[in-house]
């Protein structure tokens, strides 16, 4: 459980960096 929450606050800070979308999906591409 603690490792799920630690993955999500790692997306959100992942994600606070992107300027567009676009940019987010291409990462989360990249790291599927």
Known sequence: M???V???NTLTMH???FET???AVAWLKQVA
Request: hydrophobic letters at 25%; aromatic letters at 8%.
């Open 15 to 17: 994600f606070r960096r």
């Open 2 to 4: 603690g490792q799920v």
């Open 21 to 23: 979308e676009e940019q």
């Open 6 to 8: 630690h993955q999500a």
